[in-house]
């Protein structure tokens, strides 16, 4: 069912293939979900997403993924920078991201829709491994989080690739097929160079990222750049400049991001008080811990977990 905002992505009115692409796409999500918000489509690593209304920020943590908008509006922000798109665009996430996000529109008539795909570094890397074979000019390096054009081959093939929860049998072998559809066109895509050179062994890009999975995992842990520089195997100036372009943040405002996201979340799920969570996630000072997380989240830790749960 074509939507009412559908005329506008073409002209006379008439809708073009990207826009009647996107409207069986929407009702695909809606017979997925069945009426629940949020569920894992029958294709590994994609999921759908529904609102039916604005929501507040809220925290999210980005792994290397597609994100398309089907219907609506989103915005998310990393650090000092922030990222909306829409049906016409999609967000490309390189490397693991802390971040928070906001869905901007939606109603119960007309509700937002996205999806996620997570994607595999070891397929992206194959496929642009055959894409230099064929000797395919792709962009340069962009960040670890980009926006690009949503295009009709792009569209096609994520269409197929969620229909395919239809036939389960077939996921195993189309899927994997489909897929590498979907990564191609991202990788010879204004958007893909970030994530080409992250999945390529050996490159900056790809040190990088691997020192992005270490904080990640090892976020309450005390580490100085020069030690990061030095796992990295680059000079402290290089790495510094390098972790900068990819995630708009230095390695210890990265660090911090996690921990604080990370408090958030044990604050939510299992209720300990602020001097136990800044203890948790690396912090010496719960004074330091608290301004910190208020100027991120807006308020003090037990008022904002207090405000998200409703009380």
Same mark, same amino acid.
């Given at each position: ?66 994100? #398309? ?10 650090? &000092?920078?922030? +990222? ?28 937002? #829709? ?13 496929? $642009? ?5 064929? $000797?395919?000019?792709?962009?340069? &390096? =962009?960040? =670890?989080?980009?926006? $690009? ?5 792009? #569209? ?6 969620? *229909?395919? *929860?239809?036939?389960?049998?077939? %996921?195993? %072998? ?8 979907? %990564? +191609? ?54 790495? +510094? ?33 602020? =001097? ?5 996630? $690396? ?29």
């Amino acid at each position: 069912m074509l939507r009412p905002d559908d005329k506008k992505h073409s002209p006379a009115g008439h809708p073009d293939e990207r826009a009647i692409a996107r409207a069986r796409l929407a009702d695909r999500i809606l017979h997925d979900l069945a009426g629940a918000d949020d569920r894992q489509s029958g294709v590994p690593g994609l999921s759908f997403y529904r609102r039916g209304s604005a929501c507040d920020p809220a925290s999210a943590f980005y792994e290397p993924s597609l994100s #398309l908008v089907v219907q609506g509006r989103k915005r998310v922000m990393v650090g &000092a920078n922030v +990222y909306e798109y829409d049906a016409c665009r999609f967000m490309l996430t390189s490397v693991d991201l802390p971040t928070i996000a906001q869905v901007l529109d939606g109603s119960e008539a007309h509700p937002f #829709l996205s999806l996620m795909l997570k994607l595999d570094l070891a397929a992206v890397q194959a496929v $642009g491994a055959e894409i230099d074979l064929e $000797g395919i000019a792709t962009s340069d &390096a =962009g960040t =670890g989080m980009t926006i $690009g054009m949503v295009t009709a081959g792009l #569209l096609d093939a994520i269409l197929r690739l969620a *229909a395919l *929860a239809d036939v389960p049998r077939d %996921i195993p %072998i189309l899927g994997r097929m489909v897929l590498r559809e979907v %990564i +191609y066109h991202l990788l010879v895509g204004p958007a893909g160079g970030q994530l080409r050179q992250i999945a390529r062994h050996g490159t900056q890009h790809n040190r990088i990222a691997a020192i992005i999975s270490w904080l990640r995992a090892h976020y309450a842990e005390p580490a100085s750049i020069e030690v990061l520089a030095d796992m990295a195997g680059m000079g402290v100036s290089t790495f +510094y400049h390098h972790f900068n372009a990819i995630t708009r943040m230095s390695p210890l405002q990265y660090q911090k991001q996690i921990r604080l996201h990370e408090a958030r979340r044990l604050l939510l799920t299992e209720r300990l008080d602020a =001097g136990t969570t800044a203890f948790r996630v $690396g912090y010496e000072s719960v004074t330091q811990f608290s301004r910190e997380y208020r100027r991120l989240f807006g308020n003090p830790p037990i008022r904002d977990i207090a405000l998200l749960q409703g009380r």
